[in-house]
């Protein structure tokens, strides 16, 4: 059972006055245009005469590739344009998951002098180390989407994470609200990521008043270190199997660890039956929405987490902290370090079946992608394509 604290993102309050400076910014000095030009790294997207790099190189460290389809699918390539459109090159790396890897890549990126590093870390420790080497090398760094508890960095930016959580309690307590005492099984993300508990939290905020008043109960919560899909997924399965294979709803934390509790649901004839949340709107995730195998997804529109931390960027390059600070208008508080983080916080969007076609319609998944075989009555039903 989780026994973690409950950590408040959304609560105001008053703002540290941060200590990074433009002289700090200035230091970096060694940057130049050829540094744009000459990184052959196959995911350096800038340095072509159409593709910006003239304010430089802008380093991006992703966490993982097999916890969700999103860092690869939207964060990459969208991160690419938003930093290309600021006039930046943008060397993009994705640390898989491994943190020697996560802190080699960000050595790299100090060493060759990046103006500015945008991290979303595998864990605090070692997104926080990282952010701590790049201060001293007078580089900014922006925390993306994951905060790093205990950290340095003086932005972050990433969605209302609470509301995630929220919208995804909230989805199940609709699709389970005919059915009093309905048994639900919670299959949470990594307890290392601060993001994991903000979703809880959330969730929380609807469903415990409902396990409290008996009008659904809690079989069992299980956060699930790394995010590990398949993991996810065998823990759901002895779970279920504890409980005489019953079970009338799931808290699924990402449609990564949806789709791996629906395979155990389909192994017991129960998929499509026992609505599971899910997040990130996957094409996957929005296929076994449209399957009715996955009842919700939380679609989180990237393009704007990209190009907020693009503009940010732009502000923290040029060492202007009154720039950075009218975009960074929200706060995020740090449990850890005992501090509040300037923050830009987006809104999440639930998808249901009917919605799915929002999502193909701002371009983020195409209808091709999730629209063949077994789907494709869905679409045409709904419209999508
Ligand atoms: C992100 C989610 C993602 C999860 C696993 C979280 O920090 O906010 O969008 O599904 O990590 O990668």
Redesign the pocket.
């Given at each position: 059972m989780r026994t973690k604290s409950l950590l408040p993102q959304r609560n105001s309050g008053r703002r540290r006055r941060l200590g990074y400076t433009a002289a700090a910014a200035a230091m970096v000095g060694v940057l130049t245009l050829t540094a744009c030009g000459s990184n052959s790294s196959s995911d350096d997207s800038g340095g072509s005469p159409s593709g910006g790099g003239a304010n430089g190189t802008v380093g991006v460290i992703l966490?993982?590739t097999a916890?969700?389809a999103?860092?690869e699918t939207f964060d990459k390539p969208m991160l690419q344009e938003a930093l290309r459109a600021e006039g930046f090159a943008a060397d993009v790396q994705n640390a898989q998951g491994d943190v020697q890897k996560f802190s080699t890549h960000a050595d790299g990126m100090i060493a060759k002098g990046v103006k500015v590093l945008i991290i979303?870390s595998i864990n605090s420790e070692v997104g926080g180390a990282v952010a701590a080497k790049a201060k001293r090398a007078g580089i900014p760094t922006i925390d993306y989407?994951?905060l790093n508890l205990g950290g340095s960095s003086d932005y972050y930016v990433?969605?209302d994470?609470v509301k995630?959580g929220e919208l995804q309690g909230q989805s199940l307590a609709d699709a389970l609200k005919a059915k009093q005492g309905a048994e639900v099984i919670e299959i949470e993300?990594?307890p290392t990521?601060n993001?994991?508990t903000l979703f809880y939290e959330g969730q929380q905020k609807v469903l415990k008043p409902l396990y409290d008043s008996g009008a659904l109960k809690l079989v069992r919560s299980q956060p699930i270190d790394g995010?590990d899909n398949q993991k996810g997924g065998t823990t759901f399965e002895q779970i279920l199997t504890g409980n005489q294979g019953r079970v009338d709803g799931v808290v699924a934390?990402?449609?990564?660890l949806a789709g791996a509790v629906i395979t155990v649901l389909k192994k017991n004839g129960l998929n499509g039956k026992v609505p599971v949340t899910g997040?990130?709107a996957t094409a996957d995730g929005l296929k076994a929405v449209l399957r009715g195998d996955q009842y919700m997804t939380v679609f989180?529109p990237i393009r704007d987490e990209a190009q907020a931390a693009a503009k940010l960027a732009v502000a923290l390059a040029k060492g202007d902290t009154a720039a950075a600070d009218a975009l960074a208008q929200g706060v995020s508080q740090d449990p850890k370090g005992k501090r509040d983080v300037k923050s830009i916080l987006l809104q999440p969007q639930t998808i249901i079946r009917a919605d799915v076609k929002k999502v193909t319609e701002t371009g983020y998944v195409k209808a091709a992608d999730i629209c063949s075989g077994d789907t494709a009555s869905a679409c045409t039903e709904l419209g999508i394509g």
């Open positions: 966490p993982e916890t969700s999103r860092w979303a989407d994951r990433s969605f994470n995630v993300g990594a990521d993001n994991a995010w934390a990402n449609d990564g997040q990130d989180k």
